[in-house]
């Protein structure tokens, strides 16, 4: 019997639903296993502390509290998935379906009209001239950074703090926000 298997078990005797086989298979386990001996007196022990602890009862309107909290946050977070997925959306298609349609009906007029052929190169090689202008003033920007960076150590810590900024925004953003509890009420 693995360990797993065991575990598994102990957890089934603690629920009291363990079948006299398990039980014994357990027993057995257990008198060859030191490990999972330690583990079994510490299960049973902890299951003795909270069946003999008194249950107390949830405040008058915890439960819907609870609910009301719980779905909040996930609706926020749907809510701003859909605002970024449609601004995302709006990007791209400013950035990248306009431009290629008129690029394509450039194209398919110089297909109709072969003298649009050279209109159409034309614009080609403008386009791919702008683009190359704004890799180029990229390249030098992140050049520039990375040169005044390495004579102003400073930057790189101002660069890094932002950077965990960012990083812990991101993430909780991503989590809902933990309910506060003061004096037995949830807030």
């Given amino acids: ?92 298609l400013l950035t990248v379906a306009i431009p290629a349609a008129v690029t394509l009906l450039g194209l398919w007029r110089a297909y109709a009209d072969p003298s649009g052929f050279a209109q159409a190169l034309g614009w080609l090689v403008q386009l791919i001239g702008v683009g190359g202008s704004l890799a180029g003033a990229i390249w030098t920007a992140a050049r520039l950074i990375l040169i005044e960076a390495s004579a102003h150590p400073v930057v790189w810590g101002w660069a890094v703090a932002a950077a965990l900024a960012v990083a812990i925004w991101a993430h909780l953003t991503r989590q809902p926000a933990p309910a506060m509890v003061f004096n037995g009420e949830l807030s």
Avoid: I, K, Y
């Avoid at 609870?66 to 859909?82: F, M, Q, Y």
């Fill in 1 to 92: 019997m693995t360990h797993e298997e065991a575990f598994t078990l102990m957890m089934d005797a603690l629920d009291r639903v363990l079948s006299g086989d398990d039980w014994a298979r357990l027993d057995a386990h257990l008198a060859l296993c030191a490990d999972c001996c330690a583990e079994w007196a510490a299960l049973r022990l902890v299951d003795c502390w909270l069946s003999e602890s008194p249950t107390v009862a949830a405040p008058v309107g915890f439960v819907q509290r609870v609910e009301a909290r719980l779905t909040a946050p996930a609706l926020r977070r749907n809510l701003g998935g859909l605002f970024v997925l449609g601004a995302g959306s709006v990007a791209v």
